[in-house]
């Protein structure tokens, strides 16, 4: 047996392919980094940096689910029901408002008034198996409280898995 049997030849091409090879996690980690500065830096995509420069508002949401029901609650201080829209279809909940502060204060020696403008969208995915029809919402001293009942059939679906110890 002769030494060349036993070391692979090298064509250009393949040390080329090589080198392409061993490049391929730096340029992924270039193209990751190079597209999470463009999401950071466009305030049109990033919701954290949005509100800050475009004074818009993103409601603070929980989401709670039992065996009955899915109950979601949004936090919506100084709003009246008036100014907010639900939307549900099977698969999301989207809540909409538009939210108008004007406050105006006249001393003896001093004028101010204020005012403030934001309005939000928020879309929310829901599990399968909501009743629509069932669903109901409540507003109470800025809270808005959603009830989504599960249907029948959503509730029977549900089996609880054994773990086995191996």
């Given amino acids: 047996m002769k030494i ?7 064509t250009p091409k393949n ?18 980094m190079r597209r999470l500065f463009d999401e ?12 800050m ?9 929980d989401v709670s689910e039992n ?9 919506l201080p100084g709003m009246e029901e008036k100014e907010i829209e639900l939307l549900l279809t099977p698969e ?4 909409k408002g538009e939210k108008k502060l004007e406050s105006e204060e006249k001393e003896r020696d001093y004028y101010r008034s204020e005012r403030m403008y934001g309005s939000f969208c928020r879309t929310i995915s829901l599990p399968s198996g909501i009743d629509k029809d069932k669903t109901e919402a409540t507003f109470k001293r800025g809270v808005l409280t959603i009830t989504m009942p599960k249907t029948v059939q959503a509730r029977k679906e549900v089996k609880k898995l054994e773990i086995k110890k191996e």
């Fill in 53 to 61: 420069m475009s004074g818009t508002i993103s409601p603070r949401v």
């Fill in 40 to 51: 950071f830096f466009d305030m049109t995509s990033n919701p954290a940096l949005t509100p």
């Fill in 15 to 32: 040390e080329e392919m090589t080198r392409l090879h061993e490049m391929e996690p730096f340029r992924l980690m270039s193209e990751n």
């Fill in 4 to 10: 060349k049997d036993l070391v692979s030849a090298r």
């Fill in 67 to 75: 065996e009955k029901e899915v109950i979601m609650t949004a936090e």
């Fill in 92 to 95: 999301t909940l989207t809540i």
